[in-house]
């Protein structure tokens, strides 16, 4: 964020259920997420921005584009979500009835703070895996009672024991006249790499960039050259345009058969 900041407002928020944000009981759909960052963008005085999501956060960049095409300039996708059935057997197992009720012994309070330590020892030895403290940050951060219970509840909005209960797919025809971007890490074991290329020719015009020994994080893991990538992306497109008669063409050329 630091690097992009040099030439862009960037904007981070914590979506709902993660974070520092609130974390109610109810909807935490990719549609709930979606209205929240465009109220959130009016609270802010911003009419529009090119909007940059990772995994579940892609899946809300997706929906957020659908919904709210007048508020969005360009859409970025990093290992994103809904783009497949496919995704990591844990997150399927996870996603399973009942083992909600699992989660404390898999994920205890006292695991946080000696988790921590070690992390700070191998740091200090010079331990500088990227990956690996970002799946540490994810673990640590589901050692809180009120963190897994919104884990859940979004996990059960996208994820069910057999994989990926929502898709896009069906709908990026829609991107057509928006500038899309894809950035995946080739060794991603969480969501495979396949997406990547499924979407990129879904979406006609989209640019795909693969980078080679990144896993499902290449923000963390390679952030200069993702910022080269992103960066490059905003300066050589223009923002989308489209008009409401446009998307009216968009949407009657849709093809049921296409999913």
């Given at each position: 964020m630091?690097?992009?900041?040099?030439?862009?407002t960037?904007?981070a928020?914590?979506?709902v259920?993660?974070?520092e944000?609130?974390k109610?009981s109810?909807?935490?759909s990719l549609?709930?997420?979606?209205?929240?960052?465009?109220d959130?963008?009016?609270?802010?005085?911003?009419?529009?921005v090119?909007?940059?999501?990772?995994s579940?956060?892609?899946?809300?960049?997706?929906?957020?584009?659908?919904?709210?095409?007048?508020?969005?300039d360009?859409l970025?996708l990093?290992d994103?979500?809904g783009?497949?059935?496919?995704v990591?057997?844990?997150?399927?197992?996870?996603?399973?009835?009942?083992?909600?009720?699992?989660?404390?012994?898999?994920f205890?309070?006292?695991?946080?703070?000696?988790?921590?330590?070690i992390?700070?020892?191998l740091?200090g030895?010079?331990?500088?895996?990227?990956r690996a403290l970002?799946?540490?940050?994810?673990y640590?951060?589901?050692?809180?009672?009120?963190?897994r219970k919104?884990?859940?509840r979004?996990?059960?909005?996208?994820?069910?024991p057999g994989?990926?209960s929502?898709?896009?797919?069906d709908?990026?025809y829609?991107?057509?006249?928006?500038?899309?971007?894809?950035i995946?890490?080739?060794?991603?074991?969480?969501?495979?790499?396949?997406h990547?290329?499924?979407?990129?020719?879904?979406i006609?015009?989209?640019?795909?960039?693969?980078i080679?020994?990144?896993?499902?994080?290449?923000?963390?893991?390679?952030?200069?050259?993702?910022?080269?990538?992103?960066s490059?992306?905003?300066?050589?497109?223009?923002?989308?345009?489209?008009?409401d008669e446009?998307r009216?063409?968009?949407?009657?050329?849709?093809?049921?058969?296409?999913?």
């Open positions: 630091p690097l992009l900041a040099r030439n862009y960037v904007i928020p914590d979506l259920g993660h974070g944000s609130a109610p109810g909807d935490y549609g709930l997420q979606a209205s929240v960052l465009r959130f963008l009016s609270v802010l005085g911003i009419g529009r090119t909007i940059v999501g990772q579940f956060g892609g899946g809300v960049a997706m929906q957020f584009a659908y919904q709210f095409p007048e508020h969005c360009r970025v990093v994103s979500g783009l497949g059935r496919e990591s057997w844990m997150l399927r197992l996870l996603a399973a009835p009942g083992v909600e009720y699992a989660l404390p012994l898999v205890p309070s006292f695991a946080s703070d000696l988790g921590n330590n992390v700070q020892l740091h030895a010079g331990f500088r895996n990227a970002e799946m540490w940050r994810a640590a951060s589901l050692t809180n009672p009120e963190n919104a884990f859940v979004t996990l059960h909005a996208v994820i069910e994989g990926q929502v898709s896009a797919m709908r990026l829609l991107t057509a006249r928006m500038p899309t971007l894809i995946w890490g080739d060794q991603d074991d969480i969501i495979p790499v396949s990547a290329h499924a979407a990129h020719e879904a006609p015009g989209s640019q795909l960039e693969i080679e020994g990144a896993g499902h994080f290449p923000h963390v893991e390679e952030p200069i050259r993702f910022v080269e990538i992103l490059d992306f905003m300066v050589t497109t223009q923002p989308s345009d489209m008009t446009e009216r063409e968009l949407l009657l050329t849709y093809d049921p058969s296409v999913s």
